[in-house]
């Protein structure tokens, strides 16, 4: 077996995750995981909602980008 590391985005449903990619390494997987959250927070700051005060990755720690390793048979 193998392991591969999956990233998985938090979806806008409750329970729900949707997958955006695989990689290698789990390195490699949460380099990626903190890009896309830094990426989202530069995204939804352009646009801040008034509602709410709105949290940098840092501030937090809920994550949209979730990384779990999974066994892949060869």
């Not at 449903?13 to 927070?41: H, I, L, P």
Request: proline share 3%.
């Amino acid at each position: 077996m193998k392991t591969v590391y999956v990233l998985f985005r938090d979806g806008e449903n409750y329970g729900q995750q949707d997958a955006v990619g695989w990689f290698g390494t789990e390195s490699a997987a949460d380099e990626a995981a903190s890009k896309m959250e830094w990426d989202e927070y530069r995204k939804e700051s352009e646009n801040p909602s008034t509602s709410s005060k709105l949290l940098s990755p840092d501030e937090t720690d809920y994550r949209r980008f979730i990384v779990q390793a999974i066994n892949r048979l060869d």
